[in-house]
Structure formats: C-alpha cells, structure tokens
C-alpha cells in the first residue's frame, strides 16, 4: 500500500495535517453492507479503506442499535432463502461469539473480520463532509476523525457509498429519490396515485431483564403518559415474547426530513419509549414489575432515506415475477413491508405487508450511480423503487448486495473500467465468485472453468429415495391438499397416497397433477393430468395413476376436500418436497384474530386487492394470496393476530419410477440450493452406517486446493440466535 502523502493546510483556528491517502476501493459507511463491500473488494486485491462515522461496525445491525439481522426467508415463509457468503460469515461467527445475545458482540465480531483483512484499512469516527469530483468521476472525499482531530482526503479509484443515507453520491449530484412514486411512473399497484415524499421512519431499541424481585420505575416528566391500553396510539400485544426486547413499532420519522431532522426523530423516540415503558411498568396487567431496562438505544435505527438512481430501476413487478435477470448478483424475499409515515401515531396510511411466492433476484445495474462512472451504490442507497424498497431494505438483502457491489468494484480496478461497462461485460465473474464464496443467486450455476469437481464423476454407496413414508399425524381432508415433489425420470405413472377412510364405505377421490415453476408454486392453475381411486375404509396406500409422459421438473398433486377422510403426514419432510393448503377455510378460522372493521371476505375474494391488510392504527398486517385464483397457502402460514408462524405437516407420498432427486451428481450440477431440484446427495437411511461419496476422474488430475461450502442450515425455521445442530464444529 502507497504510504500516505501529508499536506498542511489552514483549517479554522489552528493548523491541521490533512492526511491524504490513495486507495483502489473507498467504502464509506461501516453498515452490514459496507462491511460486506470492504471485504469482498479487499479479498479480490484491491487496496481498500472502509470508512464509517460511527465508533462501532453494523448500523441498524450494531451493538448501539441491536436489530437482528434478518433476510429473504422471512423467518421460514420462504425456503432456502438464508443469505450465506461474507453476511452469512459475520452472522455465524456473532453466534459463536456471544450466543446468549449476539447483537451486543456482532460489532467487536465485524471490527475483527475487518482487522484481519491485509488489503483493508479501517477508520472509525470519521465522518465524510465533503466529496471532490470531475465530470463523471468521483475523485477524491474529505473527512474529519472527532475522536482524534484528523483530517483525511481518501482518494480512490472507485467509491462504494454503503452511507445509508448516500452522503457520497447525493453530496456528488447523483439522481436520488426520496418518497413514493406516482403509480403512472412504473406501473405499480401499491404506489399512490401521485407521488410524495413521505418515508417510513426509525425506532429506538431497549432491553429489559427479568431482576427476581419489584423494580420501581418512575416516568421522566418529559415522556409521554399514556395512562391505559386505549390512550397507545398504536395498538397492539405488545408484551407477548417481547419483554426482553425493543418494539420495532416504536417509530417515528416519516413525515420529517428523515435525512436532516435525525435528532429531532431521536427526542420524539426517547419520549415514546419510556411513556411506553411507564405503561407497562405501571398499568396493571403486563406483569413487568420485576422487569428493568438493563440497554437503551440512542441512535436512531433509520428504515429509510435517499435511494439513488441506477441503470436499472427494480421495481415492484420484478418483485412479483420473481425475474432471473441475466446480470443477477443478489436476491431478496423479505415482503413488501412499508410502514405508515406517521409510525408510532399513524392510522394505516400507505402501509402494507405482503408475502411474496419466492424469492427474486437483483441485477447488477442497480447497484451503482447512472450519473457516474466510478459510483458504486451498497445498502438503502441502491437503485430501487419505494414499493420494491419495502422488500430490499433488509438488512441480510443489502448485506448480500454489498458483496456483489465489492467483488465488482475489485474487478473494475483490475480491468480499469467503468461500473457500467463491468456489469454489462463481466457480471459472470462476479457472479461466480459470490457462488464460490458460498453465496447464492436464483438460477445461476457453478460454472468455474477451474473446478475440477465439475468434469468428475460422482459416486456414492447408496441413494435415498425421494419419498415420505413415516407418518407422525394424518391431515384431515377438510380443505384440498397438495404436496410437491421433484421428477427425475421423463414420465410419472403413479403417485401413492396413504390416506384413511373413517366413513365406513368407500369414498373415491379425484387428484389432479400440475406443473411447478418454483418451490412452492402452488398456483398454477393449469391440470396436466387427472386420475380417480377409491380409498376403502381404514388406512393404506392408495394408488393414482397418470401414465404422462413429461419433462423432469417439479410437479404436484393435489386431492380435493372430502368428509371422512384424512392424508398421514410428517413435520419432518424431505429437502427439495414442499406443501401446501387451500387456504380459504384457515381465514374464516383466523376471522377472530382480525380487528373490528376488516373484512377478511374481501382478502379471500378480490384479486385486485393488496396482497396485505391492516388495521386503522397500522397494526399487524397480515399475508393475503388474494390475486392468486387458487388461494394456496405453502408449508407455513402466518397467524394474523400473533405473528406466529405456523409450520404445516407435510402429506405422505411415492412417486412411480421412483424419483433420483437425491442421487450423487446432484452435487456436482453447479447448483448449491434447492431449486428444481433439491441439488443435493442424501444417502438411503436403511443402509446404515457408515456411507460415502466420492469423486472420480477417468485420468489423474493435478490441484491446489480443496474448496469446501458447509450447510449452517440454510432452511431454518427462524433466523438463527444459537449455532445450528448442522453447523461444523472444526
């Protein structure tokens, strides 16, 4: 690294050297995108400075915030989804820092993988206030450390703005939005009919512990009072499971100037948190008495601020379609989650919570400044729309994007060239070291011309079959069922269904066959085939046969709802198998949970309607399919009252030919998740132990290295707090 270069100039009332440094990569801001970006572009060679104006790493994610970081699998709605590579790394090894509480360590953890890093210089509270540019080039940005009264000018051949709020690119003049757009500027549905500036806001966290014995609490006279349930203006369970914890929902922000107004936001927070604390020290009915506030957050956790304008703009359509984009390097799946502006005090303006099918992908286009040439974009700065925002402002989603953003702006120093022209020219190297870092990018495969493992032949002592025979309880057909599952062969036959019969006569069901395009695509609504059995009373298997011929993929068969009649089923089910439920019958059951005035006739019938619902005082909003004729609800559903998540059993099967789903080569296909395929090798459970695979060439081959990629159970039903029973120990 070039030693650094000193000047000195006049600075104010006394002289200052202002240190000025040469660098490949400028990283400003020390988010979980940030840090992912610093990372990724120190590992690919470049000389690399990540700077950040906070005396802790993390943002929202750090131990003076303490907001968990959570992604695309939404805690289990969607499988598979767990954000692995340089976020996965940061997460895996905080739990095994402090797994008690890893949020208070994840910091130390993020300064230590920063630390080790040879090609990273770091610097803490150092807050960028000025940015030299020439044309489309950013040159050079200027900062001040308050800790240490040192003045640093970073100049860079590529800057990365993970600021949060963009204070590189917007103080550049880079194109940025700030608001929703009109619904006529990109077709959305959820966007208002005219465009605004108002934003989701930020929120304060606590934590609280339990003491043994009464903790008295006295309310500071400038709190708020709220002396009953009926005087919060949000209102909500809020103790249930989160005694322990802040309340997200504590929000205020969104009709300000989100950007310049940050301290006001953080007065009108603390005066919510603890009013919000006196009520339930002091009202009876919470059972907080012997709680005391041991953690008070006073930087303001911001959901929102400038999003910059890329090449391309994602939009909520992309969302939707779940687009493979050719240029992909991330992918979210958190839903189109939008808060009300008004937050804590806000009566369900503009706010929305809908699930999404699967997850969808993020080409590299938006991640750096159209105005710009040298400007990447990591974090809430990317180039999103507001309604696709509500998905990709998680913090897993943008650590992932960092990455992406990283690995590229390494590869532009290598090939001196312009942001635009890497994505449009060399977005398959970048995609191949997310992969090789044990990353993951909806349908792009492993195609390392270097891997070795991908010209052998692999082979294994045994192979389960992809099946479910083990029943733990029977699902009663009272609802259509359906289960889906992967086809190998180029035909299905028959599926066998063990079902039971408590009518005492026979009963013939009808199961139809269809298509998948995703896992979990239960909405497809053209039948491929239909076949009838009968089913005599008592238990067994029972056999449909659809004598097709098709095209290996994933397929699922569905039966109808029937009185008498029930599906065994297991909760422990096999990779790459997915179910689900016609959902209609578990809304009217969920009716009660709903609050006074909504309509959960409108969620089931209207197709034109949000994919979410919520009360007058932005309260819990629920997960609605309503635009999907089918109604399918797939291997988990949300409980609308209490937010959990409910994981469904799922029904027993065979399939003729048997499928060879989990055969050895599976592994050497180039795909490292679930998708068509379960893309995985699983060893037949009756062979016993032990079992293996191995790898074979027809001639010896020379190598370097052997490159491993565990599992750290990337299907989790929740987001991880302790290490997973997968994970390696050594």
């Known amino acids: 690294m070039k030693k650094p270069v000193i000047m000195m100039k006049k600075k104010g009332m006394y002289d200052?050297?202002?240190?000025?440094?040469?660098?490949?990569?400028?990283?400003?801001?020390?988010?979980?995108?940030?840090?992912?970006?610093?990372?990724?572009?120190?590992?690919?060679?470049?000389?690399?400075?990540?700077?950040?104006?906070?005396?802790?790493?993390?943002?929202?994610?750090?131990?003076?915030?303490?907001?968990?970081?959570?992604?695309?699998?939404?805690?289990?709605?969607?499988?598979?989804?767990?954000?692995?590579?340089?976020?996965?790394?940061?997460?895996?090894?905080?739990?095994?820092?402090?797994?008690?509480?890893?949020?208070?360590?994840?910091?130390?953890?993020?300064?230590?993988?920063?630390?080790?890093?040879?090609?990273?210089?770091?610097?803490?509270?150092?807050?960028?206030?000025?940015?030299?540019?020439?044309?489309?080039?950013?040159?050079?940005?200027?900062?001040?450390?308050?800790?240490?009264?040192?003045?640093?000018?970073?100049?860079?051949?590529?800057?990365?703005?993970?600021?949060g709020d963009g204070?590189?690119?917007?103080?550049?003049?880079?194109?940025?939005?700030?608001?929703?757009?009109?619904?006529?500027?990109?077709?959305?549905?959820?966007?208002?009919?005219?465009?605004?500036?108002?934003?989701?806001?930020?929120?304060?966290?606590?934590?609280?512990?339990?003491?043994?014995?009464?903790?008295?609490?006295?309310?500071?006279?400038?709190?708020?009072?709220?002396?009953?349930?009926?005087?919060?203006?949000?209102?909500?369970?809020?103790?249930?499971?989160?005694?322990?914890?802040?309340?997200?929902?504590?929000?205020?922000?969104?009709?300000?100037?989100?950007v310049r107004d940050t301290q006001e936001m953080r007065e009108e927070l603390l005066k919510c948190l603890f009013g919000v604390w006196d009520h339930l020290k002091n009202t009876p009915g919470h059972d907080m008495e012997n709680y005391q506030l041991t953690w008070i957050g006073m930087a303001p956790g911001k959901r929102e601020g400038r999003r910059f304008t890329g090449e391309y703009v994602l939009t909520e359509k992309d969302l939707r379609e779940t687009n493979a984009f050719e240029d992909a390097v991330a992918y979210g799946g958190w839903p189109i989650d939008i808060h009300d502006p008004e937050g804590f005090k806000g009566r369900g303006i503009y706010a929305f919570h809908g699930m999404l099918d699967w997850i969808y992908s993020i080409p590299m286009r938006c991640l750096y400044s159209r105005d710009f040439d040298n400007l990447w974009l990591a974090g809430r700065t990317i180039s999103v729309s507001k309604i696709a925002f509500g998905s990709t402002r998680i913090m897993g989603t943008l650590g992932i994007c960092g990455e992406a953003a990283g690995y590229a702006a390494g590869l532009a120093v290598k090939k001196k060239q312009t942001c635009s022209r890497t994505a449009k020219q060399d977005y398959q190297e970048v995609q191949q070291a997310i992969l090789k870092n044990g990353g993951y990018i909806p349908w792009k495969k492993n195609e390392d011309g270097a891997d070795l493992a991908l010209a052998a032949k692999a082979k294994a002592t045994s192979e389960a079959a992809c099946e479910l025979i083990s029943v733990s309880e029977f699902l009663e057909l009272d609802r259509p069922r359906g289960v889906m599952f992967p086809v190998t062969a180029d035909r299905i036959d028959a599926v066998e269904l063990l079902l039971k019969n408590t009518s005492g006569r026979?009963?013939?069901?009808?199961?139809?066959?269809?298509?998948?395009?995703?896992?979990?695509?239960?909405?497809?609504?053209?039948?491929?085939?239909?076949?009838?059995?009968?089913?005599?009373?008592?238990?067994?298997?029972?056999?449909?046969?659809?004598?097709?011929?098709?095209?290996?993929?994933?397929?699922?068969?569905?039966?109808?709802?029937?009185?008498?009649?029930?599906?065994?089923?297991?909760?422990?089910?096999?990779?790459?198998?997915?179910?689900?439920?016609?959902?209609?019958d578990e809304l009217k059951k969920l009716a009660p949970f709903f609050p006074p005035g909504v309509s959960t006739t409108r969620w089931m019938t209207d197709t034109n309607a949000s994919d979410g619902l919520f009360d007058a005082n932005g309260g819990f909003l629920a997960p609605a399919p309503g635009r999907r004729k089918t109604g399918w609800t797939r291997n988990a559903v949300w409980h609308a009252g209490n937010q959990n998540l409910i994981k469904l059993p799922c029904p027993c099967f065979k399939i003729f030919p048997s499928s060879n789903a989990y055969a050895p080569e599976m592994i050497i296909n180039g795909i490292n998740r679930p998708e068509v395929f379960p893309n995985l090798w699983i060893s037949d459970p009756e062979k016993g132990l032990p079992q293996s695979l191995a790898l074979k060439w027809e001639k010896a081959q020379r190598f370097n290295s052997v490159h491993l990629i565990f599992d750290n159970d990337i299907d989790a039903f929740r987001p991880p707090v302790k290490p997973r029973p997968v994970t390696v120990k050594d």
């Open 167 to 258: 204070i590189v690119a917007a103080a550049a003049g880079a194109a940025y939005r700030i608001g929703f757009e009109a619904k006529s500027e990109y077709g959305e549905t959820l966007a208002p009919d005219k465009a605004n500036n108002l934003t989701m806001g930020a929120s304060l966290g606590f934590q609280a512990e339990d003491m043994g014995h009464s903790v008295p609490f006295v309310r500071p006279e400038w709190a708020y009072h709220y002396p009953d349930d009926d005087a919060l203006p949000f209102k909500l369970n809020f103790v249930s499971g989160a005694k322990k914890g802040g309340f997200a929902w504590i929000e205020y922000g969104g009709i300000i100037d989100s």
């Open 16 to 163: 200052n050297a202002e240190i000025m440094s040469d660098f490949d990569v400028a990283v400003i801001g020390g988010g979980l995108a940030g840090i992912c970006a610093a990372i990724a572009a120190a590992r690919k060679g470049a000389r690399t400075v990540l700077v950040h104006d906070r005396s802790v790493l993390g943002g929202n994610a750090s131990s003076e915030i303490r907001v968990r970081i959570s992604g695309a699998s939404c805690g289990g709605w969607l499988p598979n989804a767990r954000e692995e590579g340089i976020a996965g790394e940061i997460v895996e090894k905080s739990i095994r820092f402090n797994p008690e509480n890893r949020e208070a360590g994840i910091s130390v953890v993020m300064w230590e993988l920063c630390r080790q890093e040879k090609n990273l210089s770091l610097f803490l509270d150092t807050c960028v206030y000025e940015v030299e540019k020439e044309g489309r080039i950013v040159k050079s940005a200027r900062a001040v450390q308050l800790s240490t009264e040192k003045r640093y000018k970073f100049k860079a051949a590529y800057f990365i703005d993970a600021s």
């Open 506 to 584: 026979e009963i013939v069901l009808a199961a139809k066959l269809r298509k998948a395009v995703y896992p979990g695509d239960f909405y497809q609504e053209e039948i491929l085939a239909e076949a009838q059995a009968s089913v005599a009373p008592g238990t067994g298997w029972v056999a449909f046969r659809f004598d097709r011929s098709l095209a290996p993929g994933l397929y699922w068969v569905s039966l109808p709802a029937a009185k008498n009649a029930g599906w065994a089923a297991n909760r422990e089910y096999p990779v790459g198998v997915y179910f689900g439920e016609q959902n209609l």
